[in-house]
Each structure stands twice: as C-alpha cells, then as structure tokens.
C-alpha cells in the first residue's frame, strides 16, 4: 500500500528529502508519489507541514 499526496499539498519540498527511495516528484498543481517505488514507510507524511500525505 502506497502513501498518496492529496489537493492539501503546498509543494514546499520537505517530503522529498525524506524520502528514502526517491519516489516523489513534482508535479502540477501538486507533488505525486510513485506507487510503484514507493515502500510505504511514512517518513514522507511526517515531514510534510500541510498533513497533504496518507496512506491509500
């Protein structure tokens, strides 16, 4: 199960640091992350300010 980015996103860039695997990029209106890399381990929703991250 992967994590989701949600319209809440404000695309400040701090989910993408803390991704271990590099699967979130930018995207428009939002950032997106890719089901297919992702490990599902949180560290992303815990760095992200908006609460934007959650687990699909």
């Not at 428009?28 to 908006?50: F, K, M, V």
């Amino acid at each position: 199960m992967a994590h989701n980015i949600n319209d809440s996103c404000i695309a400040c860039g701090a989910c993408i640091t803390e991704c271990p695997v590099e699967a979130i990029k930018e995207g428009s209106p939002h950032y997106t992350i890719a089901p297919e890399t992702c490990i599902d381990c949180g560290a992303c929703a815990s760095a992200c300010p908006s609460e934007a991250i959650v687990a699909e």
